[in-house]
């Protein structure tokens, strides 16, 4: 998801959402420590709620508008660029504002799929195309490269490429779940 030429990496974990109240969010962090867990790159969502569906499921395919925007805005001091980036948005969301860019010349493709790539400022991070709380670009990074953020389509986890100031900077938000991880971090297959 993050090729290996960043010198640290981290894995940003989505909130859950409560089946009975979408608006409820639960925090891996609440549920680790409930179930007296210990976040670690390798926490895969399936054992960390051991079969319950007390605590919902996180949605897959993008990093929440909350966390996106708390994302941005750490990551935004660890770029020259800050008001030059690239997103990029997965054509198949479904999105009104994508189907309407559908003949744009403006993309990005790999192996398995085709992006429509904006540009803007950094913090446009949860607000591309509009504001959809559930949803934020698959793929984005300053001009300078000096970080990529990455989210999987059929995954939930959000996997971040930096400096090793940028990782520690991410890890120590306190309204982040983040742990550090490794290129060789494998994907959770609890999702996807």
């Given at each position: 998801?993050v090729p290996p030429v960043f010198s640290a990496y981290?894995?940003?974990?989505?909130?859950?959402?409560?089946?009975?109240?979408?608006?409820?969010?639960?925090?891996?962090?609440?549920?680790?420590?409930?179930?007296?867990?210990?976040?670690?790159?390798?926490?895969?969502?399936?054992?960390?709620?051991?079969?319950?569906?007390?605590?919902?499921?996180?949605?897959?395919?993008?990093?929440?508008?909350?966390?996106?925007?708390?994302?941005?805005?750490?990551?935004?001091?660890?770029?020259?660029?800050?008001?030059?980036?690239?997103?990029?948005?997965?054509?198949?969301?479904?999105?009104?504002?994508?189907?309407?860019?559908?003949?744009?010349?403006?993309?990005?493709?790999?192996?398995?799929?085709?992006?429509?790539?904006?540009?803007?400022?950094?913090?446009?991070?949860?607000?591309?195309?509009?504001?959809?709380?559930?949803?934020?670009?698959?793929?984005?990074?300053?001009?300078?490269?000096?970080?990529?953020?990455?989210?999987?389509?059929?995954?939930?986890?959000?996997?971040?490429?930096?400096?090793?100031?940028?990782?520690?900077?991410?890890?120590?938000?306190?309204?982040?779940?983040?742990?550090?991880?490794?290129?060789?971090?494998?994907?959770?297959?609890?999702?996807?």
């Open positions: 998801m981290a894995r940003v974990l989505p909130p859950t959402y409560d089946r009975e109240d979408e608006q409820r969010r639960h925090r891996w962090s609440e549920i680790a420590a409930c179930r007296g867990v210990a976040l670690t790159a390798g926490t895969r969502f399936d054992d960390l709620v051991a079969g319950s569906d007390r605590w919902g499921r996180p949605s897959d395919g993008g990093l929440d508008a909350r966390e996106t925007q708390t994302l941005a805005r750490v990551l935004s001091s660890f770029t020259h660029t800050p008001d030059q980036a690239y997103f990029c948005l997965w054509e198949g969301f479904g999105l009104a504002e994508t189907q309407a860019w559908e003949d744009r010349p403006m993309r990005v493709r790999t192996t398995h799929r085709a992006y429509h790539l904006l540009t803007g400022p950094v913090n446009a991070a949860p607000v591309l195309p509009a504001p959809v709380a559930w949803r934020c670009a698959s793929l984005w990074w300053p001009y300078d490269r000096a970080w990529l953020v990455a989210t999987e389509i059929d995954g939930y986890a959000t996997y971040l490429g930096a400096g090793h100031a940028a990782i520690d900077a991410v890890l120590a938000d306190p309204t982040l779940d983040a742990v550090a991880a490794h290129p060789t971090t494998p994907l959770d297959p609890s999702y996807g």
